[in-house]
């Protein structure tokens, strides 16, 4: 049985049954007034429903991507609910490996030893059947090749997040994410790394490795946020720079914005 597919059909019903009303004139007010009402009153019985029903819980699968001659690699990484782990470590001769619960689709656009991969979920996690407490969401664990170059752009959502690129040559980092808690080791051996975080109701905590330069601007609402600033000088309107920061041989710059949530840099 194909719980979206209820569901919709619950709200088409809905829909057609005040059409229905409207043309027969019985009532003397507009009836569509009753339909953002009764979309409210079908998704909170829906909710109800799914946490009476039994716990759902995702598959989990093994996937990996060949290196081949890969050298450089654009990541683009789509995660719902759950808990997301990323760090160094793949086989070999994998561009990637790692364990999906939930599985995996990619797309890939290869073009000499560039490749651009866009990952996300075989599940649709923002489907009405997703919805309610009762879905533990999805764990993945993806490991990546050393000796690849990568651009990541990656969009998470309610969850619990370890990025450690330590070990990696990064030259971008975009995060998009909502109410998660975010832990995210910057890259080690990297040249440049430029770092753009957007956050909503999140806790992020972003680690510097020794060695690596910074320059941070912070822009965050009822933020609480945290800078190591015996490392990080304060140069004002939310900014921090290492006193190094343009001469060192590794360095990163962070660009942080959010609503209400906690930012923390060490």
């Known amino acids: 049985m194909n719980r979206n597919r209820i569901f919709w059909g619950a709200i088409l019903i809905l829909a057609g049954v005040l059409l229905l009303l409207d043309r027969t004139n019985l009532f003397r007010f507009d ?81 000499g030893i560039n490749v651009d991969l866009d990952l996300k979920p075989a599940v649709d996690v923002f489907a009405p059947s997703m919805w309610g407490k009762n879905t533990e969401g999805l764990k993945w664990q993806i490991r990546f090749n050393e000796r690849v170059s990568y651009r990541f752009k990656l969009k998470t959502g309610a969850g619990e997040h370890h990025f450690n690129f330590r070990n990696l040559n990064v030259s971008e980092i975009s995060l998009d994410t909502g109410a998660s808690s975010t832990m995210m080791v910057l890259p080690a051996s990297s040249d440049f790394t430029k770092v753009d975080i957007n956050a909503g109701a999140a806790s992020v905590e972003i680690s510097v490795p020794d060695g690596v330069a910074a320059e941070i601007s912070m822009k965050s609402g009822l933020s609480g946020n945290s800078v190591n600033t015996q490392r990080f000088i304060p140069t004002g309107s939310g900014l921090y720079r290492s006193e190094n920061y343009e001469s060192a041989e590794h360095r990163v710059q962070i660009n942080i914005s959010g609503g209400v949530g906690s930012f923390t840099v060490n």
């Open 31 to 111: 009836v569509w007034r009753l339909f953002w009402p009764s979309v409210i009153i079908v998704i909170g019985g829906w909710i109800i429903y799914k946490n009476f029903s039994p716990d759902k819980t995702f598959t989990e699968e093994t996937a990996s991507y060949p290196l081949g001659n890969i050298e450089t690699a654009s990541i683009d990484l789509k995660h719902g609910g759950g808990r997301l782990y990323l760090e160094s470590g793949s086989a070999a001769d994998n561009l990637f490996d790692g364990l999906f619960s939930g599985g995996l689709e990619y797309e890939d656009h290869h073009s």
